[in-house]
Each structure stands twice: as C-alpha cells, then as structure tokens.
C-alpha cells in the first residue's frame, strides 16, 4: 500500500493550489482518503476527507467553502482543491487512508503519505 502526496508550494495569500494524492496497492473505493496538516508547533489537524459512505468532509470551520476534496478512482487518486489560502494555512499536509469511512482522529488511519508542504506568505 502506497500514498503519495504532492501538489505543495509556495503561494501568496488568496491563490490556490491542487494537492493530489496518488495511491496503489489497495482498492481505493472502499477506503476513506483523509487529509491531515500539521503546522510548526502545533498538533496534527484533519482538514477533508472522501469516501464512498460519507461522500466529501471539511473538519475545521477555517476551510469550509474554500477547501474541497475529490477522487478519481479510475487514477486511484484523491485530490484536495484549495482556493483563497491564507497564511494559517500553511502547514505540511497528510494524505492517509483507513477501511471504510471518515474519522477525524489520525489514530484511525492504518496507511499515510509523505507530507507535501504548503506555504503561504506574501
């Protein structure tokens, strides 16, 4: 089982970015692919989340309506839209996956990806 996330940069305030989440080695329809960040100092964040049961998930108040997630089974990809970035968006992010539906709590999620880092300053 592999995830691999990429799509990160560095960004000025109010642009977006795409983050993907490329998987392999498990049928991704039945797995939840979440999102998590992590910023310096802080603790791990769930950010978004995708699955078959619970179709799309946005955790924190702090993203809703900007932040969107999607799949493309057929690429075995998971892909996290993120418009109007602000700076306390800026963080390493998480693509990790667990048997069945969304959960916020990480512990939950059995494989994960390298983090792809996110910046955004001006």
């Known amino acids: 089982v592999q995830l691999q996330a990429s799509g990160g940069g560095l960004v000025q305030p109010g642009d977006s970015l795409r983050l993907s989440c490329a998987t392999s080695?498990?049928?991704?329809?039945?797995?939840?692919i979440a999102w998590f960040r992590q910023a310096p100092g802080k603790e791990r964040e769930g950010v978004s989340c995708n699955s078959r049961s619970d179709g799309s998930i946005n955790w924190p108040n702090s993203i809703k309506g900007r932040f969107t997630i999607s799949r493309d089974n057929d690429k075995n990809t998971v892909y996290l839209q993120m418009n109007s970035l602000k700076p306390e968006d800026t963080a390493a992010y998480y693509c990790?996956?667990?048997?069945?539906?969304?959960?916020?709590?990480?512990?939950?999620?059995?494989?994960w990806g390298q983090g792809t880092l996110v910046t955004v300053s001006s």
């Open positions: 080695g498990f049928t991704l329809d039945y797995y939840a």
């Open positions: 990790a996956a667990r048997f069945g539906g969304c959960y916020v709590d990480s512990r939950s999620y059995n494989y």
